[in-house]
C-alpha cells in the first residue's frame, strides 16, 4: 500500500533551517505531482509547495517564497522540503503527500520555530 514516511522536524530558532524528507513506497514515485502540507490547530491545513514529476516545475505558498526549496530524488523515492530564514509562523506539523489537499499523507513531522 502507499506509504510516506516524513522526517527532519524538530526545535529551531527564528532564523535557523530544517531539512525534511519524505520516503514514499507502494506507488511509482516519479510519476506523481508530491506536494508538502502543514497543519496548525489555528490555520487547519495549508498546501505549502508542490512539485512536477520531473521536477521542473514548482510552486510555493506566498508566505514562503525566497525561503523553502522543494526536491525530489526519484532514485531514493524521496521528497524534501530545505526551509531556510525560519520564522514562528512556519511552525506546524508537516506532511508530504500525493494531492494538495493533503488526502493520503503521512504521520507528519513537528516543526518547532521558537527561542
Known amino acids: 500500500q502507499v506509504q510516506l514516511v516524513e522526517s527532519g522536524g524538530g526545535l529551531v530558532q527564528p532564523g535557523g533551517s530544517l531539512r525534511l524528507s519524505c520516503v514514499a513506497a507502494g506507488f511509482t514515485f516519479s510519476n506523481y505531482w508530491m506536494y508538502w502540507v502543514r497543519q496548525t490547530p489555528g490555520k487547519g491545513l495549508e498546501w505549502v509547495s508542490s512539485?512536477?514529476?520531473?521536477?521542473?516545475?514548482?510552486g510555493y505558498i506566498e508566505s514562503v517564497k525566497g525561503r523553502f526549496t522543494i526536491s525530489r530524488d526519484d532514485a531514493k523515492n524521496t521528497l524534501y522540503l530545505q526551509m531556510n530564514s525560519l520564522k514562528s509562523e512556519d511552525t506546524a506539523v508537516y506532511y508530504c503527500?500525493?494531492?494538495?489537499?493533503?488526502?493520503?499523507r503521512g504521520q507528519g513531522t513537528q516543526v518547532t520555530v521558537s527561542s
Open positions: 512539485i512536477s514529476p520531473s521536477g521542473i516545475t514548482t
Open positions: 503527500a500525493r494531492n494538495s489537499n493533503g488526502s493520503g
